[in-house]
């Protein structure tokens, strides 16, 4: 079961405002060492005692004040079990309230009654250097949770059937490592659904882990940073790994995602190199500009970034196929995506066209939070289980040219302005062999219409979805589709705009456009003189009567598309020579001398400065 769409909009609106969170950027260098010495004092064997001890710590997302554990630890030492504890009623199964601490399951397991609000393993506030190995923890709540933890090591266990397999909190400024652990088949009809949460946690480590069968996020970090993600196996999960809110800086590397992949949601600065989705390329790009990526396979996060345009990808089940963040004048052209939560996912996005698509069997096919200047065509948006086409908090977003076919809605905006489904300007297209210009909609599966001059476009809009121009056919029916550009003068002359002359002699004018307009017209002091109709350029030669000042001026015009290029001149004819003014400047050296004993010399130099005019 997958989260529905609204999660991530109700965010997305909360912290819309903020943008990304987080300081200047630092490298993440840290070894990835596996640490397993820890104090042992003492060996103690367990087999079950019931302990029932009031606790007055004081804490967020944590077990009430009064602690109902099965068995508590409260002394340093080395602890071991010599049997399964199947079926433990308590809501803690062991608590961990004391330092130096060695837990060695001796691959027993530790299996909660599946009771709401229950912890398998609860490590009370600030305690440092606990190891647990070796054990086997199911039908929790959680499995593990840390609180405030320091210097702890979890390995070679298994936790499965638990809501959260381990959850820490505010585990910083300390060495913390996960490695060598299975949490799989996690409970997704318990309150939370995920593998591993690190929720404020820094320098933590998760390492050789196989993560599976999550109804949520196989590894979620929250404000978590300077920690390593490294050689796990995830697969099966709602999303592989979640980045969220400030969790900078950290390295996610050498990962396997198995029909499941990442996100990343208000985080940056981190390094994230050679993983792989579904065997194919995690293509991860942050802070590049410039680029051109073809032919990839896998997955495509792209943040903070500029001026790329990617060729043919495809992705199938890895959580979102293509991630565009905080991204400026990207073009996608035939990304392919499919059975992906988002096909492509669009956030504080401006000039992004998405051509020549296919988004099949996604939650979402095509999802825009915050975007602008979008373009969306010639896609085929078909079978997507929520909506082919959502967008939040947007504008200028254009959708034509599209098939829509078997989605649950088509499209939905919500808090948006000045989206259309159709062209916002004409197209050219080729249609049973005959071309023509004209504003296109898209082809909608369940509209039937009747298209009466054998345009391609049906002779009433589709009320639905707004559409003006909606297709009688598929995409594919309509050949050479290409945007009617704005129109521009490529060339006029004369190429000064003032011209004067002296004579009563005639001036050719001419311009030339990128291509055809409707209408070219001449005029002289406001006046029309002639015009010329479909036509790129023309030119005009103008005999003046009278010596005087003519405004001579050209328009070019699109009447569909509203397109009007303008130049004018001022040409100035007058009978005689403008003499222009001219400045003599006279210096007069006027020269006193003094000529005396060497104290007494003075020298004067007076300048006098006559102007004349």
């Known amino acids: ?13 909360v912290s819309l405002a903020t943008g990304f969170i987080g300081g200047a950027h630092k490298s993440t260098s840290m070894s990835v060492v596996l640490h397993m010495d820890s104090v042992k004092p003492s060996t103690v064997s367990v087999q079950g005692v019931s302990h029932e001890v009031p606790v007055t710590h004081s804490l967020l997302t944590a077990p009430p004040k009064s602690y109902d554990a099965y068995w508590i630890i409260s002394s340093p030492g080395t602890y071991t079990l010599s049997s399964d504890l199947i079926g433990i009623t308590n809501e803690i199964g062991i608590l961990i309230d004391a330092d130096d601490v060695y837990l060695d399951g001796r691959g027993y397991s530790l299996v909660g009654a599946g009771s709401s609000f229950t912890y398998g393993i609860y490590i009370c506030e600030g305690r440092k250097n ?3 190995v070796n054990i086997n923890i199911g039908n929790w709540t959680y499995g593990i949770y840390l609180n405030r933890t320091l210097d702890a090591i979890i390995s070679y266990s298994n936790i499965s059937d638990c809501a959260t397999g381990i959850h820490m909190y505010r585990c910083n400024l300390s060495n913390l490592y996960i490695s060598a652990n299975m949490i799989h088949r996690v409970n997704i009809e318990h309150i939370d659904y995920y593998g591993i949460a690190l929720m404020a946690s820094d320098n933590v480590q998760i390492l050789d882990s196989n993560i599976s069968e999550c109804g949520c996020d196989g590894i979620i970090m929250e404000n978590t940073t300077n920690s390593v993600i490294a050689d796990n196996l995830i697969e099966d999960c709602e999303y592989g790994l979640l980045l969220s809110y400030s969790s900078n800086q950290n390295l996610v590397n050498n990962n396997r995602f198995i029909n499941c992949g990442m996100m990343v949601w208000y985080s940056k600065h981190n390094n994230v190199v050679d993983n792989t989705v579904n065997d194919g390329e995690l293509v991860y790009i942050e802070n590049k500009r410039n680029i051109e990526i073809w032919g990839k396979r896998g997955q495509m996060i792209i943040i903070d970034s500029a001026n790329i345009e990617v060729w043919n990808f495809y992705s199938r089940n890895a959580s979102i196929g293509i991630q565009l963040v905080n991204v400026s004048n990207i073009r996608i052209n035939g990304a392919n995506n499919h059975d992906d939560i988002y096909g492509v996912f669009l956030h504080n996005a401006t000039n992004i066209e998405l051509r020549a698509g296919h988004q099949e069997s996604c939650m979402i096919g095509i999802y825009a939070l915050n975007a602008t200047n979008v373009t969306i065509w010639m896609q085929i948006i078909e079978y997507n289980y929520d909506y082919g086409v959502y967008i ?9 040219a599209n098939d829509f076919i078997g989605n649950s809605y088509h499209f939905e905006a919500s808090n948006s302005e000045e989206f259309q489904c159709y062209s916002p300007r004409t197209v050219y297209y080729e249609y049973n062999g005959t071309p023509h210009i004209n504003f296109i909609g898209n082809y909608w599966a369940e509209y039937s219409c009747i298209d009466s001059d054998g345009d391609g ?3 009433e809009g589709y009320s639905a979805f707004l559409d003006l121009y909606p297709l009688v056919s598929r995409q594919w029916d309509y050949y050479s589709l290409e945007i009617i550009k704005p129109l521009k003068a490529v060339f006029f002359a004369p190429s000064n705009t003032t ?7 005639e001036r050719e004018f001419s311009i030339k456009l990128n291509r055809m307009a409707d209408k070219i017209q001449w005029y002289i002091n406001g006046t029309i003189e002639f015009e010329e109709v479909n036509a790129s350029g023309s030119s005009a030669t103008f005999s003046p009567s009278y010596y005087g000042v003519y405004n001579i001026c050209v ?11 303008r130049v004018c001149w001022v ?9 222009e003014e001219e400045i003599t400047i006279t210096f007069t050296w006027f020269g006193i001398f003094s000529l005396g004993s060497i104290i007494a010399d003075i ?3 007076i300048l006098c400065f006559r102007f004349e005019f």
């Open 499 to 505: 011209i004067v002359d002296t004579e009563l002699v």
């Open 130 to 132: 606990i190891t647990i």
């Open 392 to 400: 939040v908090w947007s504008k200028q977003i254009y959708i034509f």
């Open 571 to 579: 040409w100035k004819i007058s009978s005689t020579v403008v003499e």
């Open 457 to 459: 476009i049906c002779d």
């Open 603 to 605: 020298i004067a130099i």
């Open 555 to 565: 328009a070019a015009i699109d009447e569909m598309n509203g397109d009007v290029v």
């Open 1 to 13: 079961m997958r989260r529905l769409p609204v999660f991530i909009a109700l965010l997305a609106m």
